[in-house]
């Protein structure tokens, strides 16, 4: 709950001035400035990438030699997670056709998801960039509260698939592999982790979840000021938010579950990128290797959240996939592989979502 109130706070002091004084300015005014704040994030996205490049810990050589080695799997690679980002946006598109008509195309909403999730890759503390552009973008189309609902209530139906498929992998993990007194100890820190992680979502989604946010931020030494100053300024419109993220779960269930489904899914075939590349080192085609592969992504995810402060997760991912793979007794070399080749898919559609950023799509 703290890194979600970190990212809150960062969500929240970026939105201040993209969205709640949105409408101080003039439609001439505020393009300029959506401009000028479009073109930072994009620096700061192409910085982080640039960083990236220039502080991989593998040399160019065995950059190569690992794509070589991957060959044409980097095709599915790829489609799986141009279908993953297709399923992201169908998430999104679920949850803002419930609040009224969605004035613009698929296209257009899934060009946003794709330039979201690059910024959230490439800047710190995720929610940093992606979640306000996103915001910025939708408030001329349907407007700054239902902008901003919908822009929570898919980060918010994201992180909570996230919490069920590691509970999946702690379940998977307890029937199906050996136990020994670390893993007892560590799957149950994880289990406690995230059944408060569970029970504060479902808390979130019946009564909301920005005004609880707003006050756990204030308990942060140095933020309770701003903390205090933003909810007695924006008091109204905050509980606005959170009546609109109560009703999707009390009202629209069916739009709630089916969402829960869709991110939930997506998770489950994340995994299939690690199979892919085990099936490279000679694993067989059966439904043990698939579990394999769920267990290493959910416990290198877990671990590369936990450093979501990091511009693209340097050096926690690759740490994250060493260390699963050495637990479920594969070599150290195939941990390094699988990072390799998840880094390259990532920064390119990193670049991808800064590319797209520039593309104007009619809607």
């Known amino acids: ?55 991989f810990d593998v040399s160019w050589a065995t950059l190569w030699e690992d794509l070589c080695h991957a060959g044409y799997w980097l095709i599915p690679i790829l489609g799986l997670w141009v279908v993953l980002y297709t399923m992201n946006t169908v998430t999104w598109h679920l949850i803002l056709r419930e ?14 998801t794709v330039s979201a999730f690059a910024l959230n890759s490439a800047t710190p503390v995720g929610l940093l960039g992606g979640e306000p552009y996103k915001i910025m973008e939708l408030t001329p189309l ?22 069920c498929y590691w509970v999946t992998a702690i379940v998977l993990w307890l029937l199906l592999k050996p136990m020994n007194v670390g893993m007892w100890i560590l799957l149950g820190v994880s289990a406690v982790f995230c059944a408060g992680g569970i029970y504060l979502f479902l808390r979130g989604y019946k009564y909301g979840m920005v005004v609880r946010g707003i006050r756990w931020i204030g308990h942060i030494p140095g933020l309770r000021g701003w903390a205090n100053r933003f909810a007695a300024s924006h008091e109204e419109s905050l509980h606005e938010i959170d009546c609109q993220i109560a009703e999707l779960h009390s009202q629209s269930r069916h739009t709630f579950y089916a969402s829960l489904v869709l991110e939930y899914t997506g998770r489950m ?30 416990f290198t995810s877990l671990f590369a959240n936990l450093l979501g402060f990091i511009p693209l997760q340097l050096g926690g991912r690759e740490g994250g996939f060493a260390l699963s793979t050495a637990q479920l007794g594969l070599t150290g070399g195939l941990g390094l592989f699988i990072s390799i080749i998840c880094r390259v898919r990532e920064l390119f559609f990193t670049c991808l979502g800064l590319a797209l950023m520039k593309v104007k799509i009619k809607s």
């Open 142 to 163: 349907v407007g700054t509260k239902r902008a901003t609902s919908s822009v929570l209530l898919f980060s918010m139906m994201h992180i909570f698939a996230h919490f």
């Open 99 to 112: 609040s009224g008509d969605v004035p613009f195309s698929f296209l257009h909403l899934m060009k946003i």
């Open 269 to 298: 075939m994340q995994s299939l990128e690690i199979m892919f590349m085990l099936l490279l080192f000679g694993a067989p085609w059966s439904w043990m290797t698939f579990v394999d592969s769920v267990l290493i992504l959910a």
């Open 1 to 55: 709950m703290f890194f979600f109130c970190i990212k809150l706070y960062f969500f929240f002091k970026n939105f201040h001035f993209s969205a709640f004084n949105y409408q101080l300015f003039t439609i001439f005014a505020h393009r300029i400035m959506k401009k000028n704040v479009q073109n930072i994030l994009f620096i700061i996205g192409l910085v982080s990438v640039v960083v990236m490049l220039f502080t």
